[in-house]
């Protein structure tokens, strides 16, 4: 058995969902704004996060389940994650992102994971409340990747993790093996093979024997 981990947004997502909450909100230029801070590392992965948070205060459940609807996964990435699960593999999502965007858009694909680690929108009285809270309000998947492989009974060195940002850069570091996924130039120099696409994904887990090629 291997164990893969992937970040979600912008690697297994098409679109940010909390880019596409901001938008639904009508916040969409401040989400933007708090994103490139972060990107820019003027400020730090939680400060950015909770402060995109923050500027939902008010919204409404039917605003939200709406915005997750626009979430969707790349293509061949739902092919990908089901032939995985089928070849013995245990597949992780670890995101900075929301499990409930996340599982919308799993349910929707028709797809699942063995697990899911992400953040929750807090809600009250049918409407979210600005808060946020869960296992990755910073940016050490790293450790979430490892308390994965100890629940697996897998050796850390025999890890996956997929992913292209800087949020994904200690559980690239962490893992046995780093894919980046269309990797900004911080995290390619990290990585032991970069793809740039979900199809070159796939060929890669192919080409090692990670993925039966027939998916079968």
């Known amino acids: 058995m291997t164990l893969v981990a992937f970040d979600f947004d912008d690697t297994l997502a098409q679109s940010d969902p909390g880019i596409l909450l901001g938008r639904e909100y009508d916040v969409a230029s401040e989400t933007r704004g708090l994103v490139e801070q ?22 409404p459940e039917r605003r939200v389940e709406t915005a997750f609807d626009r979430c969707q996964l790349r293509d061949g990435a739902a092919e990908l994650i089901a032939d995985l699960r089928r070849s013995d593999v245990s597949v ?11 599982e919308a858009t799993l349910d929707r ?3 699942a994971v063995d697990h899911l680690v992400a953040n929750r929108l807090v809600l009250e009285n049918g409407a979210l409340t600005g808060d946020v809270e869960g296992p990755v309000l910073d940016d050490r998947k ?6 994965l492989a100890v629940a697996e009974g897998e050796d850390l060195d025999r890890t996956i993790a997929v992913g292209g940002g800087a949020t994904d850069l200690p559980m690239l570091r962490a893992a ?11 995290v390619e120099q990290h990585c032991d093979v970069v793809v740039p696409s979900m199809r070159k994904l796939r060929l890669y887990f192919d080409q090692h024997d990670i993925v039966d090629a027939d998916g079968t």
């Open 142 to 147: 790293d450790r979430s990747l490892g308390e």
């Open 92 to 102: 992780a999502i670890v995101t900075g992102s929301f499990e409930r965007g996340v």
């Open 38 to 59: 972060g990107l820019r590392d003027e400020i730090d992965f939680e400060t950015s996060l909770r402060g995109r948070v923050s500027l939902l205060e008010g919204m």
């Open 109 to 111: 694909a028709g797809i």
């Open 176 to 186: 046995g093996t780093a894919v980046g996924f269309d990797p900004v130039p911080l």
